[in-house]
C-alpha cells in the first residue's frame, strides 16, 4: 500500500516555465512533508519542507502548497532552469516518530 | 559541519556472496541513523533505522541485516545475496532539529 504516490513519473517544462510537481498521500497522521532533489549516481539533497500547521511555505524559486482536505502537497519552481533537471522525491511522515514515507519520483526535464 | 560517508561507490556482487557496505557520519554524536534502498523505478523504501548503539529497527522483511557496531557507525550486511537486491542503497542521518534526513551518495549494488 502505497501511503505517498507520486503519479508523474516524468515532466519535461520549457527554460522559463513553472515546473508543477504533484504528490498524495493517504495518511491523514502524516503531519511533515519535505521535497528532496536526486541526480543520477547520488544521494537526495533536501529542498523545501512544510508542517501541517500552513499550507505554503516558499524558499527562493521553489514553493511547497499543502492542501491538507485533499492530502495534496505540489512543489512548485519558478522560473525553471536547466540544472533543475532531476528525479524529485516527495516524503511525508509523523514528526513525531520521525519515520517519513518516500513517493516513486517525478523526473523533471528543463529543456533549454 | 557534518558530512556522511558512504563506501563503496559500486559494487558488482555474485548471487550468494556476502555484502558489507558502512556509512559513517562526522560532526554529530548520537545521530539516528537510516538505510534505504532505491530499487529501480521504484522510490526510496526504508529497510533499517537505528536511534543508537546496537539498535536496530527492521522495516521490511528481507534477506538484509543493520548494526550499529559505533556511534557514528551504521553497517548493512548479508549472508547471502540474491539478484532482487540489486538497487542504490543510501545511508541517512536525521538533522540536529529533526527536520530532515541529510543522505550519503549512495551505493550501486548489482547483483549478477
Known amino acids: 500500500d502505497q501511503q505517498v504516490k507520486q503519479n508523474s513519473p516524468s515532466l519535461s517544462v520549457q527554460e522559463g516555465r513553472i515546473s508543477i510537481l504533484n504528490c498524495d498521500y493517504t495518511n491523514s497522521m502524516f503531519d511533515y512533508f519535505l521535497w528532496y532533489k536526486k541526480y543520477p549516481a547520488e544521494g537526495p539533497t533536501f529542498l523545501i519542507s512544510i508542517s501541517s500547521i500552513k499550507d505554503k511555505n516558499e524558499d527562493g524559486r521553489f514553493t511547497v502548497f499543502l492542501n491538507k482536505s485533499a492530502k495534496h502537497l505540489s512543489l512548485h519552481i519558478v522560473p525553471s532552469q536547466p540544472g533543475d533537471s532531476a528525479v524529485y522525491f516527495c516524503?511525508?511522515?509523523?514528526?513525531?516518530?520521525?519515520?517519513?514515507?518516500f513517493g516513486t519520483g517525478t523526473r523533471l526535464k528543463v529543456l533549454a | 559541519s557534518q558530512t556522511i560517508h558512504q563506501w563503496p561507490a559500486t559494487l558488482v556482487q555474485p548471487v550468494g556472496s556476502p555484502l558489507s557496505l558502512e556509512c559513517t557520519v562526522e560532526?554529530?554524536?548520537?545521530?539516528?541513523l537510516y538505510w534505504y534502498r532505491q530499487a529501480a523505478g521504484r522510490g526510496l523504501q526504508l529497510l533499517f533505522y537505528?536511534?543508537?548503539?546496537?539498535?536496530i529497527s527492521s522495516e521490511v522483511p528481507q534477506n538484509l541485516s543493520a548494526s550499529r557496531p559505533q556511534d557514528r557507525q551504521f553497517i548493512l550486511s548479508s549472508k547471502k545475496l540474491l539478484l532482487s537486491d540489486s538497487g542504490f542503497y543510501l545511508c541517512?542521518?536525521?538533522?540536529?532539529?529533526?527536520?530532515?534526513?541529510?543522505f550519503g551518495a549512495g551505493t550501486r549494488l548489482s547483483v549478477l
Open positions: 560532526g554529530t554524536s548520537n545521530p539516528n
Open positions: 537505528s536511534v543508537g548503539i546496537g539498535q
Open positions: 541517512a542521518w536525521i538533522d540536529r532539529d529533526r527536520s530532515h534526513r541529510h
Open positions: 516524503a511525508a511522515g509523523d514528526s513525531g516518530t520521525y519515520k517519513y514515507i
